[in-house]
């Protein structure tokens, strides 16, 4: 007699799945099905898996997706972590515009950390940073200036089975920020990564362990994105303060260009919407259409 289960990708190491079930972690092999097919299963996928009486556990099904994103690739990602830096390097609303809508491409929701303030203590130019911060915030992004608040809080943020990783420029303080994490989880996570760590000597590409009610990807994450496959036209749709004006745009699908009666142009006018996020729009527009990824994207 088989049985089934369901469950987490959450590590794959030298050819074996490590699943997350509700009976603990279940080392799988890959039924061979999956290689003519062309999938590869990868962590963060919710899968179902057999296993038979010998106890041995295939992994035979990859339930689909939300997004495939990092390098390594984690799937399911709902939430990043995003660090930006106050300096080395120096704090960039541009920087910050881009992550900020490849991730709502993404479907990934995001919590933004200011690293290295203590570098620029009680200056003015912390005190702007905080400024620009401030519309993002208002616009629906939580923000930390505090990695210990932070750290203390990531536990009860990480919900069911939610998948979260680390996202920014790279020196921004992303491994910083998950050894802190690390540290914490630990203590609360022992018994798990004992089961984990048999696979110890082996390379591993990427891991998730569990936080709160869900996971964190052990990763540095990623710091290079890749806008241009966005589409033109739904670009727009991931600055979420012009997709909630659109709605009072006077036509479908208004680009927020020269349109009449375009809401995101009255709100910019008004100064609800503030000139940088839409002078980054029109520059991604341009970067899109070209083709071109901005050097500190790469
Ligand atoms: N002063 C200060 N230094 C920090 C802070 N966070 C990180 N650093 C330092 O910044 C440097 C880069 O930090 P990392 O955590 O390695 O950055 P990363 O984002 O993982 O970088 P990559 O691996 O290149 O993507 C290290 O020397 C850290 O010690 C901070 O909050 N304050
Ligand atoms: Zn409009």
Redesign the pocket.
């Known amino acids: 007699m088989t049985r089934q289960a369901e469950g987490t990708v959450v590590g794959l190491i030298a050819g074996f799945y490590d699943v997350q079930t509700n009976e603990g972690v279940i080392r799988t092999r890959a039924r061979g099905v999956f290689r003519q097919k062309k999938q590869k299963p990868t962590v963060g996928d919710h899968v179902e898996i057999q296993i038979d009486d010998q106890g041995t556990s295939y992994l035979v099904k990859i339930l689909p997706r939300l997004n495939r994103i990092g390098r390594p690739a984690v799937a399911n990602v709902s939430h990043v972590l995003l660090?930006i830096?106050?300096v080395?390097p120096d704090f960039s609303v541009q920087l910050l515009d881009r992550f900020l809508t490849f991730f709502s491409w993404q479907k990934v929701a995001v919590t933004i950390y200011l690293?290295?303030?203590?570098?620029l203590e009680n200056s003015s130019k912390l005190a702007q940073i905080k400024q620009d911060l401030s519309y993002y915030e208002k616009i629906g992004y939580p923000v930390f200036y505090d990695?210990k608040e932070l750290v203390e809080k990531v536990p009860s943020m990480i919900k069911e089975n939610q998948i979260w990783t680390?996202a920014?420029?790279?020196?921004?303080?992303?491994?910083?920020?998950?050894?802190q994490i690390k540290t914490d989880a630990n203590q609360a996570t022992g018994k798990i990564s004992m089961v984990l760590n048999r696979g110890k000597h082996t390379t591993r590409q990427v891991q998730l362990f569990k936080v709160g009610e869900g996971f964190l990807a052990d990763t540095?994450?990623?710091?290079s994105i890749d806008l241009t496959p966005i589409k033109i036209n739904e670009l727009c749709n991931y600055f979420i303060e012009f997709r909630r004006a659109s709605s009072n745009c006077k036509f479908r699908g208004c680009q927020h260009l020269k349109e009449p009666g375009c809401e995101v142009k009255k709100e910019l006018a008004d100064q609800k919407i503030i000139q940088s996020r839409y002078d980054d729009y029109l520059a991604m527009r341009t970067e899109i259409t070209e083709g071109r990824i901005p050097e500190y994207l790469k």
């Open positions: 660090v830096s106050a080395q690293s290295k303030s203590d570098l990695a680390l920014g420029q790279s020196g921004a303080g992303k491994s910083t920020l998950l050894n540095p994450g990623f710091s």
